[in-house]
């Protein structure tokens, strides 16, 4: 068998380190073929680099890493909003017409600083699971300093309620992150009493 000569093109035979016209060294051509494989080699990691780099990019774009917090989830104890639900109460009142008000209080033991975008929504139940009624209140409004529980979901309504138990949903933006429900002791309603 032969093999081509490089820089002459004249046909050797295949164990020849040089070339008889020209003296071409076969053997620095397989050095250089060495450092062109390591010079691939390298190249090829610096186009793995910049493809980690793209795909990193790519990826910090679409989770909105570092971002805003449009998309954290209620997983995210920073923005929790942890309560106990303390009692429901209710009292009645006359004013030409009897009207009755059923209200939860509740212990806050954690609740975001920035409580911009939170809104509670009280919701009360019967025994068959209907809705009595609801409130939707601004975190703001109900939340404040104190050791004391705090009272909220205010509601009012002219036809004697039986309430079962209540759900406090947190919501924020629009969207419920968490809830709490309770069962209402009936004893400490004045108005069934």
Same mark, same amino acid.
């Given at each position: 068998m032969t093999k081509n000569c490089r820089k002459c093109g004249a046909q050797v035979s295949d164990d020849a380190k040089f070339c008889p016209d020209c003296g071409y060294d076969f053997t620095s051509f397989s050095k250089k073929e060495n450092s062109n494989g390591k010079f691939n080699f390298?190249?090829?990691?610096?186009?793995?680099? %910049?493809? %980690?780099?793209?795909?990193?990019?790519?990826?910090?774009?679409?989770s909105d890493f570092g971002g805003d917090d449009k998309n954290k989830t209620q997983n995210d104890d920073v923005d929790r909003v942890i309560l106990t639900i303390t009692?429901?109460?209710? &009292?009645?009142?006359?004013?030409?017409?009897?009207? +009755?008000?059923?209200y939860t209080e509740?212990?806050?033991?954690?609740?975001?600083?920035?409580?911009?975008? +939170?809104?509670?929504?009280?919701? &009360? &139940?019967?025994?068959?699971?209907?809705?009595?009624?609801?409130?939707?209140?601004?975190?703001?409004? %109900?939340? &404040?300093?104190?050791?004391?529980?705090?009272?909220?979901?205010? +509601?009012?309504?002219y036809r004697m309620p039986n309430p079962d138990?209540?759900?406090?949903?947190?919501?924020?933006?629009?969207?419920?992150?968490?809830? +709490?429900t309770s069962q209402i002791d009936q004893g400490k309603i004045k108005f069934l009493n």
């Open positions: 390298s190249m090829l990691f610096v186009i793995l680099i %910049i493809a %980690i780099l793209i795909i990193g990019s790519i990826w910090i774009v679409t009692d429901v109460n209710g &009292y009645s009142g006359t004013s030409g017409k009897t009207s +009755y008000t059923i509740a212990l806050f033991d954690r609740v975001p600083s920035d409580m911009k975008g +939170y809104n509670v929504k009280t919701t &009360y &139940y019967d025994k068959n699971n209907t809705v009595i009624g609801s409130e939707i209140e601004s975190l703001a409004h %109900i939340y &404040y300093e104190s050791n004391y529980a705090l009272s909220f979901g205010h +509601y009012t309504t138990h209540v759900v406090v949903e947190i919501i924020k933006d629009g969207k419920t992150i968490d809830n +709490y």
